[in-house]
C-alpha cells in the first residue's frame, strides 16, 4: 500500500501530540485510529492494476522529425471505478528534451466494465527501433489517501525511417534526367551508348554520327542521336565502420545514408537496377533483385535500424561481399570515408579488384568545420586554425589522388551537399556512357 502525499499530512498532525512516541508512519498510524481505518477502507476500494488489460494501435513508423501517435487502450474489468495516473515509458530518445513528461504522463478514470484510450505522441530524435518498455499505473481510492501501483509489460515497436532531406533536389535531377533522355526540347547529343533516333544535320555535329545509310535515301544529311543506358546495375555500398560514427553536424553514417536514398531515387526513374550493402566485418543490411517501385521503401526499412559499428572495416570481406552481390559489370557506389590511414592500409590494396570488372565511385562526407578552420584569419589562434585545416584537406586530397590513380571517380562534399554532388556524378557517368 502505498501513502500519497495528503495521507501523509493527515498523520503528520493527526499525531502531532505523540509524534515523538511514532517515530515511523505506521507508528503514526497506530496512534490515529480514525485515520487509519479512512486509509484502509480507500485502499480496499482502490481498483486493482493486476486485472487491467491493455491493448495498443497506432504508427508503426515515422520518419525522423516526425511525430508518431500510439494508442493505449486501457480495459477495467473489476468492479470497482478506477482512478488512475497512468505512464507509458518508452526509451529517451522516443521524444525530444523536455517533452517525455507531457507525452508519456497520463490522468484518467474508467468505471467498472469499460474501457479508455490514451494518445501517447513520440518524436524520436534517432533512427532505429523504438519499443515500449512497461506500462506503469497507479490506482487511487475515492478519497486519495492510499494507492495500488503496478507495472504492465504491453509491447509495441515504432520503426523511425531516415528523413530523406535530400529529396528536395530531386527534381532539378530529374530534369537533367529527361534532358539526356531526350524527352525535352534539349536534345542532348552525342551522349550514351544506345540508339534513339535519326535527325538531320547541323553544322557542329559530330561526323561520326552521320548515318550514311540512311543519308543515301534522303536528300539531307542524317544523324543519329544517342541516349543514356537503361537497365544498368547500381550497387550502393555503405561502409558501416567507426569512421562512419564521426559526427560533422550529423553522422557520417546518415548523412550517407541520405545520399544513398537520393541516388536510389533518382537512378530508378533512369531505369537502372539498384541494389544494397551495408557493411562493416559483417553485412548489416542487403537489399537485392527488388523492382523500380520497392526498391526504395525497402532501402529505408533496411538501413532505418542500421548503427555504425565502432570496429575497423574488413575491406578484403567488403571487396569479396561486392563481387558476390555485383557478379557483372556494374556502377560501384562505395560511401565510405577519406581519411588517410584506413584508405591507404585497407581500401586501396584490393581496390583493383573491383576497378577491373566495375566502375567505381567513392563518396566521403567532408567536415564543414575543416573548411571553416581553413578559411580563418585574424587572430594567432585563427592562422594556427587555418594551417590546421588546410593540412587536414590536403590529406584528404591527396587521398582522393590516390583513389583516382586507382580507376575511382570520387566525389568529396560536406554533409549538405554530397546528396545532389553523388547524383551529378551519377549524370556525368551515365551521360559519358561509362555505365
Keep these: 500500500m502505498a ?30 485510529a480514525p485515520l487509519s481505518l479512512a486509509i484502509l477502507c480507500d485502499y480496499a476500494l482502490a481498483a486493482p492494476v493486476r486485472t487491467l488489460q491493455f491493448t495498443r494501435s497506432g504508427d508503426t513508423s515515422v520518419r525522423l522529425g516526425e511525430n508518431a ?35 508519456s504522463r497520463h490522468a484518467l478514470t474508467v468505471p467498472p466494465g469499460e474501457r479508455r484510450r490514451l494518445t501517447t505522441v513520440l518524436r524520436p530524435t534517432r533512427r532505429g527501433d523504438r519499443r515500449a518498455e512497461r506500462v506503469t499505473v497507479r490506482s487511487f481510492g475515492p478519497l486519495g489517501l492510499a494507492s495500488r501501483q503496478g507495472n504492465h509489460q504491453v509491447p509495441w515497436t515504432v520503426r523511425v525511417l531516415p528523413p530523406f532531406t535530400s529529396r528536395k533536389h530531386l527534381p532539378s535531377r530529374l530534369a537533367r534526367l529527361r534532358e539526356l533522355d531526350g524527352r525535352t526540347s534539349v536534345l542532348t547529343r552525342g551522349e550514351g551508348t544506345e540508339f ?41 555500398v555503405l561502409d558501416t565502420g567507426r569512421t562512419s560514427a564521426g559526427r560533422v553536424g550529423v553522422p557520417r553514417l546518415d548523412a550517407s545514408l541520405d545520399a544513398a536514398l537520393l541516388l536510389t531515387a533518382l537512378a530508378t526513374r533512369a531505369g537502372d537496377r539498384v541494389d544494397l550493402l551495408a557493411y562493416d566485418r559483417r553485412v548489416r543490411a542487403q537489399v537485392q533483385g527488388r523492382s523500380a517501385r520497392e526498391v526504395l521503401s525497402a532501402m529505408v526499412n533496411a538501413l532505418a535500424p542500421v548503427e555504425p559499428a565502432l570496429v575497423e572495416t574488413d575491406a578484403r570481406g567488403l571487396v569479396a561481399a561486392v563481387l558476390a ?41 567532408a567536415d564543414p568545420h575543416i573548411e571553416q578552420m581553413a578559411g580563418s584569419r585574424g587572430t594567432v589562434d585563427a592562422i594556427y586554425e587555418a594551417a590546421a585545416g588546410a593540412q587536414a584537406q590536403a590529406r584528404r586530397l591527396r587521398t582522393a589522388e ?31 556512357g561509362r555505365l
Design 402 to 432: 590516390q583513389l583516382q590513380r586507382h580507376g575511382a571517380v570520387v566525389v568529396d562534399a560536406t554533409p549538405d551537399n554530397l546528396a545532389p554532388a553523388l547524383a551529378d556524378a551519377y549524370l556525368a557517368l551515365k551521360a559519358a
Design 3 to 32: 501513502l500519497t502525499g495528503r495521507t501523509a499530512l493527515l498523520a503528520a498532525l493527526g499525531s502531532l501530540p505523540v509524534g515523538i512516541l511514532a517515530p515511523s508512519w505506521t507508528g503514526m498510524l497506530a496512534v490515529n
Design 196 to 236: 534513339d533516333s535519326l535527325r538531320a544535320y547541323v553544322p557542329g555535329d559530330d561526323t561520326r554520327s552521320i548515318d550514311w545509310r540512311a543519308t543515301a535515301r534522303q536528300s539531307a544529311v542524317a544523324v543519329r542521336t544517342w541516349r543514356p543506358e537503361r537497365d544498368r546495375h547500381i550497387l550502393v
Design 69 to 103: 501517435e500510439v494508442q493505449l487502450t486501457v480495459t477495467n474489468s473489476s468492479r470497482r471505478k478506477l482512478r488512475a495516473h497512468l505512464r507509458d515509458a518508452w526509451p529517451p530518445s522516443s521524444w525530444t528534451a523536455g517533452t517525455e513528461q507531457t507525452s
Design 325 to 365: 552481390g555485383a557478379p557483372r559489370r556494374s556502377l560501384i557506389v562505395l560511401l565510405t570515408g577519406l581519411d588517410a590511414a584506413p584508405v591507404e592500409e585497407g581500401l586501396l590494396p584490393v581496390l583493383r579488384r573491383l576497378t577491373q570488372r566495375h566502375t567505381v565511385l567513392v563518396a566521403s562526407v
